[in-house]
């Protein structure tokens, strides 16, 4: 497999249920959102994470998030972006590997587990995390990626929440994480996925943001495709356009999970994202899916 978050897709909303949903809850986001009428334009991007390397169907596409294994043809347009997941450890990982070579092996970087994904949350504040982490950055740099895809970030940041004194300084240690590789390597773009709550501050070393469930997602518990609730994006989408301030040349791109069979539903979310100045792409779960290329406005 090239990607560690692949999992079978569950059942579909059933196409009465879908359409109720359509009309509460991708209408377009209500113009007090700070910068909502901002729309820059934005690149093509996909995610896809399939047992196949697809180069042609990937070259349609000005950004490409991609494992780190995966062969990279030469030439062409297309910015490949090395897969990292910063936050956690999943079991068979070249970092999980690395990690077991170590004194303590994974469990000494662990806050917990994942029952979902199966993987070990990662606390960022410890040293041979984050030069394993580091020395990941520069195998990638070396094989020619030009860029990296930093991955859940929300889940250090979400075991801080929940122990406020067992997770003081897991805020810094993202922050100097991401710092050092901007200041390692200024040329290599970084893109994260979702990190909300430091984006802001983290933007000026950004080249993007992944919105991953903007307007629909794949329900881990219910295991189906679900709506996102407008009032979710309303209260995300500020901390956005804050970043965006810092850093106007911020890439917003906006990744749904959806069933293929309800392409008005596709439709809709896209336009919604476009309307706000995100690129747009949707795919199933597994992210083996890729589609044509959708552009911001």
Request: charged content about 25%; aromatic content about 8%; overall charge positive.
């Given at each position: ?46 995610v896809y994470y399939g047992e196949r ?139 994260v996925n979702r ?103």
């Amino acid at each position: 497999m090239w990607g560690a978050r692949v999992v079978r897709r569950g059942g579909s909303l059933s196409g009465l249920f879908l359409l109720m949903l359509l009309l509460g809850s991708c209408r377009t986001i209500p113009p007090s959102v700070p910068g909502a009428g901002v729309r820059p334009p934005a690149p093509t991007f996909a995610v896809y994470y399939g047992e196949r390397p697809r180069p042609m169907a990937l070259a349609r596409f000005d950004w490409a998030i991609v494992p780190d294994d995966v062969p990279l043809p030469s030439g062409g347009k297309t910015v490949y972006f090395a897969y990292l997941s910063v936050g956690e450890v999943d079991a068979g990982s070249a970092v999980a590997r690395a990690l077991t070579a170590l004194p303590g092996g994974v469990e000494s970087v662990s806050l917990g587990r994942n029952a979902f994904w199966r993987s070990t949350v990662a606390d960022v504040r410890k040293e041979a995390l984050r030069q394993v982490l580091l020395a990941r950055v520069v195998r990638d740099a070396k094989r020619g990626f030009g860029g990296l895809f930093l991955d859940t970030l929300d889940s250090p940041l979400a075991y801080r929440e929940a122990h406020p004194r067992r997770g003081r300084g897991i805020r810094r240690a993202l922050l100097s994480l991401i710092g050092i590789v901007h200041a390692s390597y200024p040329g290599l773009r970084i893109v994260v996925n979702r990190g909300f709550e430091i984006l802001p501050e983290i933007a000026p070393d950004l080249a993007g943001v992944l919105y991953e469930d903007f307007c629909s997602r794949y329900d881990e518990k219910t295991r189906r495709y679900v709506v996102v609730p407008e009032a979710e994006r309303a209260r995300i989408l500020p901390a956005i356009m804050r970043a965006r301030r810092r850093n106007p040349s911020l890439a917003l791109l906006a990744l749904d999970y959806d069933d293929p069979a309800h392409p008005v539903f596709r439709r809709r979310c896209r336009a919604l994202a476009h309307s706000l100045g995100f690129a747009h792409f949707d795919s199933d779960v597994a992210l083996d899916r890729i589609g044509r290329p959708e552009g911001g406005r």
